[in-house]
Structures are given as structure tokens and as C-alpha cells.
């Protein structure tokens, strides 16, 4: 019997890990996301201090490009929306993955009392 609650219990600590695993993955998304808002926050400041027919230049690949002010500002402004789009998502997963995690950790408590209640029982039989 000890033998099979080590099994449940090793199989919802792999469970459990997995999960805290894509938990730290998303996080880590999540703070890249956040450098990338801030970063366009900062351009989007930056072209709103602009004069109208003020030089815009956009980098593609090696060369810089002309573009208009109110096109660099919408381009911009699109990009803050998709980050903050993709906040939300990863903000949505991160918190179902922890109330999952939370999940596995209650099994994993009631598993390793049985675990330990078997050992207890065994060791009293021997």
C-alpha cells in the first residue's frame, strides 16, 4: 500500500512542478512583455512632443526610412494595444496556472499524510 501512495504522491509532484514551471515561464514572458510597454510608452511620449512635419525615421534593416508623424504614432500606439492585450492574456494564464498549482499542492498534503500514515502503519505491523 505504501508502495502505491509513493506512486500518487511522485505523480503529483511531477504534476505540481510542471506547473510551477510554466508558471515562472510566464512570468518571465510577462516581464518581457512589461519592458516592451514601457519602451513604447517612452516612444509614444517622445512623437507626441513632436511638431506636425517634424522628420520621423524608421529603421529597416540597415537604412532609416522617412515616415510620417501620425503614421509612426498610430504604428505605436497599435503595438501598446497588442502588449496590453497580451498582458491581460498572460496576467489571465499566470493566475488559472497558480489556482492549479494550488490544487496540486492540496493534494500533494493529503497524499504525503496518507503516505506517512501508511509508513506509520506499516512500521507498527513489523
Known amino acids: 500500500m505504501a508502495e502505491g501512495a509513493q506512486k500518487r504522491l511522485q505523480s503529483e509532484l511531477d504534476k505540481f512542478q510542471a506547473v510551477q514551471k510554466d508558471v515562472a515561464k510566464h512570468v518571465g514572458l510577462r516581464q518581457q512583455l512589461e519592458g ?3 519602451e513604447n510608452t517612452l516612444v509614444k511620449e517622445e512623437l507626441d512632443r513632436l511638431q506636425e512635419g517634424a522628420g520621423v525615421f524608421k529603421m529597416i ?4 526610412i522617412k515616415q510620417d508623424l501620425k503614421e509612426a ?5 497599435k503595438r501598446i494595444d ?3 492585450g497580451e498582458l491581460k492574456r498572460h496576467e ?3 493566475k488559472d496556472l497558480e489556482k492549479t498549482a494550488d490544487g496540486h499542492r492540496d493534494n500533494l498534503n493529503k497524499l504525503q499524510q496518507q503516505f ?3 509508513q506509520v502503519k506499516a512500521a507498527a505491523k513489523a
Not at 504614432?73 to 500606439?77: A, E, M
Open 61 to 64: 534593416g540597415p537604412a532609416l
Open 36 to 38: 516592451q510597454l514601457s
Open 82 to 84: 497588442y502588449i496590453n
Open 73 to 77: 504614432k498610430q504604428n505605436v500606439q
Open 92 to 94: 489571465k494564464l499566470i
Open 116 to 118: 506517512q500514515q501508511a
